[in-house]
């Protein structure tokens, strides 16, 4: 199988996971990238069963629009019974890092909200020690270069991510050559640095469940 249709396997895993649950008034947060539109295009044939979504991202909102879902304000929410989200790595604790399409923060803003995490992966994002994947920290443009010179105190690689201005108008650093042994120490450090917003470590706020696309099938991997 091609790692596309281990992600659209993993998108129709978590449907299948969630559609017994789904009410008239129920609202859905929904994560970013191309895991999170295969749900997101699974999701479409069952709008009627459910109230609508929260999403993580412009382009995760225009997509459920575009399928006629309705999009809701955070804060008109007051609760979300599931986040289904993609990842960029994850262990075995369902610490991840995120960030590969620039929407960590709402997409750690979101999680933060949701009673169940659900995320969905192609097993190729399961590592034993987070850090192969360079860690995406958003930051306020201003505050760029000191922000990667206390990163690099840190012991990572800073790279500006040339081009991209993330939805809150803000930039990316990815650090490379981090090995992330305590992923909730380095979450909390790197939050620490004026000027970031948040990094791309959901070990604080990690996932409940994470779905994993494999040759033999999809895996569970619960907390
Ligand atoms: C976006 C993310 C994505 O979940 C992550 O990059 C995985 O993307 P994909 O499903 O395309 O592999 O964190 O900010």
């Known amino acids: 199988m091609t790692q596309d249709e281990l992600k659209k396997a993993t998108a129709e895993a978590a449907l299948k996971r969630i559609l017994p649950h789904l009410e008239d008034n129920m609202i859905i947060g929904i994560g970013t990238g191309s895991t999170a539109n295969f749900f997101i295009d699974a999701l ?119 081009g991209v201005v993330t939805d809150n108008g803000n930039v990316i650093l990815d650090v490379w050559n981090m090995q992330i042994v305590d992923p909730m120490t380095m979450e909390q450090k790197i939050n620490q640095i004026t000027g970031v917003v948040t990094n791309g470590l959901f070990a604080q706020r990690p996932a409940n469940v994470l779905l994993l696309g494999m040759e033999g099938g999809v895996k569970t991997i619960t907390a």
Do not use: W
């Not at 995406?136 to 010179?149: K, L, N, Q, T, Y």
């Open 44 to 162: 479409a044939a069952h709008k009627a069963k459910f109230d609508g979504c929260v999403a993580s991202s412009q382009a995760s909102a225009d997509r459920l629009k575009g399928h006629g879902i309705q999009v809701y304000d955070l804060n008109s929410v007051s609760s979300l019974r599931f986040y289904i989200d993609g990842a960029d790595e994850a262990n075995e604790h369902l610490h991840l890092i995120k960030g590969g399409g620039a929407a960590l923060t709402r997409e750690k803003i979101v999680a933060a909200v949701a009673k169940e995490f659900i995320c969905i992966a192609d097993g190729s994002k399961k590592v034993d020690v987070l850090g192969q994947f360079p860690l995406p920290v958003e930051v306020i443009p201003m505050a760029r270069s000191h922000v990667a010179r206390e990163l690099v105190k840190l012991g990572g690689d800073p790279a500006y991510r040339e």
